[in-house]
């Protein structure tokens, strides 16, 4: 679970730096769910974050811009961006089979 937290965590950094605020709000809610103990909870949350990752509004659909202070481009936060979604669909598909 501690890799899936540390990913969002950068997804919320990333979405930050690109003037996302409210969208990474969503994700910082879903890692308090995360660091429940109740297993109901986390399992609902990890099955809610994996349906943002991808398709139609959602996560991967982001046209991510960084501001002009950021130290990224943009070519740097869509190639972080598409890595997070695949090292967190893999995590989270690991995650839910246990």
Same mark, same amino acid.
């Given at each position: 679970?501690?890799?899936?937290?540390?990913?969002?965590?950068k997804c919320i950094w990333l979405l930050k730096e690109c003037g996302y605020s409210d969208k990474a709000k969503?994700?910082?809610? %879903?890692? *308090?769910? !995360?660091?429940?103990?109740?297993?109901?909870?986390?399992?609902?949350? =990890?099955? #809610?974050?994996?349906?943002?990752?991808?398709?139609?509004?959602?996560?991967?659909?982001?046209?991510?811009?960084?501001? %002009?202070? *950021?130290? !990224?481009?943009?070519?740097?936060?869509?190639?972080?961006?598409?890595? =997070?979604? #695949?090292?967190?669909?893999?995590?989270?598909?690991?995650?839910?089979?246990?």
């Amino acid at each position: 679970m501690k890799n899936i937290i540390l990913h969002l965590e950068k997804c919320i950094w990333l979405l930050k730096e690109c003037g996302y605020s409210d969208k990474a709000k969503w994700f910082e809610t %879903e890692i *308090s769910k !995360l660091k429940s103990s109740n297993p109901t909870t986390i399992k609902n949350s =990890l099955n #809610d974050i994996n349906s943002i990752l991808t398709g139609m509004g959602s996560f991967s659909d982001l046209p991510l811009i960084p501001s %002009e202070s *950021s130290s !990224l481009n943009a070519n740097q936060a869509r190639e972080l961006q598409w890595n =997070l979604i #695949d090292e967190l669909g893999k995590k989270i598909s690991t995650e839910l089979e246990e």
